[in-house]
């Protein structure tokens, strides 16, 4: 079943943010969502997540689904090593050993195997965003929200880890919504890609994306 | 430019301030001439030393040292639980807050005299030093638990972390600065405030009581020694607290 927005109506008091909003999310496929930035795209992923309270609309889709998240911050665990954050998502549904097998493979894929006991503080930026996509797809989550994951990174990293996860996402279609500002990097991987701007915020242009690696390998 | 190197060398700089300030002590005695008012540190040594040998000066600092802590641990317990849970909830905070100020305003003897009139007089140290010590604990704990990161609570909501791992691998991180400041505040509090309380109740053997009967037979000398080990032994206290911290930091 898709994600579908009816009518959604979110303020900030007298700001708002969106208006009679409407936008479907397909099941199992990877959406982009494009816009400048204000438009409200970030507080589009947390009502999806359950993060954010809105005041008039409809939900459908989300009824027991689980979410992965990655954040525009890292908002790792300061004082954790990098294996310890990803366990930390893992140890409430999974046993020890199953938990440390899980985090040590998400690890290896982002290439920080010689990293694991290294703390947030003594890793760059770029390092502990991969922390947090690793922590991402380690869990094992009906729907994966990302908000601009691979910035920061540079092209060649960036292309690994998409690589990587279209990789991953062949082996266990889930749906994947992610923002981003990058049209290129929409193109590369998404399925769907919605333009949008704000605010309020609406949809300006829904593309169904024919080309690029997601089309020629699916 | 020689202050400098002296200053460079920590540990001389240390003692040479020790010395100067020793010196004025001296200095000061010997002007006003009279042993009662102000013995010299030489004489306040001397009595400190002829103190030391006896078994009443040892159980002395020993059951001062039970109170302090006994009164220290328990106002930890019931400071760290009642704060974590006043911080999570606001109403318990609410609740809590006017009787914690109220414990806080009110004057130390107030308290040791109430405490007088309900305990027996070696539980009423432990009774002081419990109530001075809470609501320092408590304020931090309260404090510590509010400025848990929002993102980070938002991230485990997601992600599904159950409760008792939130609490061990968010908030209690988060709060350890905290309680680190407001334990070490308690500390040196909690062995003033104890032996103030064992002059006034007077148990067999204190620190307080000594520094009372001291006062009464005009041993000045004796007042200074005994004044001196509380000094030494908040001290140590604290030091040890602070060793134990850094070293628990390491891992």
Redesign the interface.
Known sequence: MAIEIKNLYKSYGRLVICQDFNIILEENKITGILGPSGCGKTTLLNII???EEYQRGTIKGLGGK????I?Q?D?L?P??TVKENIR??L???YDDQKAEKIANQYIDMVGLKEYAHYYPKQLSGGMKQRVAIA?AFA?PADILLMDEPFKGLDLELKTGLIQSFLKLWKQDKRTVIFVTHDMDEALSFAHYIYILEGKPLRIKEKIRNMRGVVSDRF | MKIFTILKNKKITRITILIFWLAIWEIASLLIGREVYLPSPLNTIKAFLSLSITSKFWLSIALTFIRVVTGFVISCILGIILGIICGLNRFLYELLNPLVIAIKSTPVMSIIIIALIWFQSGRVPIFVCFLMCFPIIWTNAVEGIRQVSKELLQMAKVYRVNRSLIIRRIYIPSIGPYLIAGITTALGLGWKVTVAAEVLSNPKFSIGGNLYGAKVYLESAELFAWTSVVIILSFAFEYLFKYIIARIEKY
């Not at chain 1, 689980?66 to 998240?69: G, I, K, M, P, R």
């Open positions: 997540a359950g993060l689980t979410f992965s998240y954040f911050e908002r665990l004082w954790s930390f998502v140890d409430s549904i922590r869990y």
